[in-house]
């Protein structure tokens, strides 16, 4: 099985800061990969798909990048609204497989 | 507008059996891929179970092999999780989700389903 480690685990950041999150596959997954933010309570959404390319919907402050076995979820200009657990996950490979999460707060 | 709408979930004794559904709309069903996720309590994200565009292609978590079934019937637009030998490690909140296009990415999350296995 392909694992997925996320980190840090959490984040803690000013309204207005960049926050950057990292996913890294135990083997090459190329580009399937995306990442989900889950607000408590409430289902995931996906923010971004094939390591890059934002949904439909989501604000332009979230980008995604990587290739390979190295990703990158960046928020730039925390919002308060972005207070979420973000996960990523593969489908490359079944089973397929999510990060352990990272959970961001405003500081 | 895309939906997901899951049912099914309940509280059961261990050994026990449920079967989940999942209704979709506001999509043409038998177009895209569908996956079942679940949530234990305070834990993260679990993928379990995927079906492909014709139901012919299943695959399942090691956790869930040889106990659970995943299956969809196009004429109802519906996707079914059937849950045997239901264990306490199996308690979560059920997700039904929907793939992006032509690949097994979730585009599209359901409210899910609580199951609780518990004597």
């Known amino acids: 099985d392909i694992q997925m480690t996320q980190s840090p685990s959490s984040v803690s950041a000013s309204v207005g800061d960049t926050v950057t999150i990292s996913c890294r596959a135990s083997q090459g997954i190329t580009s399937w990969l995306a990442w989900y933010q889950q607000k408590p309570g409430k289902a995931p959404k996906v923010l971004i798909y094939t390591a890059s390319s934002l949904q439909s919907g989501v604000p332009s402050r979230f980008s995604g990048s990587g290739y390979g076995t190295d990703f990158t979820l960046t928020i730039s200009s925390l919002q308060p609204e972005d207070v979420a657990t973000y996960y990523c996950q593969q489908s490359n490979n079944f089973p397929l497989t999510f990060g352990g999460g990272t959970k961001v707060e405003i500081k | 507008e895309v939906q997901l709408l899951e049912s099914g979930g309940g509280m059961v004794q261990p050994g026990g059996s449920l079967r989940l559904s999942c209704a979709a709309s506001g999509f043409t069903f038998d177009n895209y891929a569908m996956n079942w996720v679940r949530q234990a309590p305070g834990k993260g994200l679990e993928w379990i179970s995927g079906?492909?565009?014709?139901?012919?292609?299943?695959y399942y978590a090691d956790s869930v092999k040889g106990r659970f079934t995943i299956s969809r019937d196009t004429s109802k637009n519906t996707l079914y999780l059937q849950m045997n030998s239901l264990r306490a490690e199996d308690t979560a909140l059920y997700y039904c989700?929907?793939?992006?296009?032509?690949?097994?990415?979730?585009?599209?999350w359901g409210q899910g389903t609580l199951v609780t296995v518990s004597s």
């Open positions: 989700a929907k793939g992006l296009s032509s690949s097994w990415q979730v585009d599209c």
């Open positions: 079906i492909n565009r014709s139901g012919r292609g299943t």
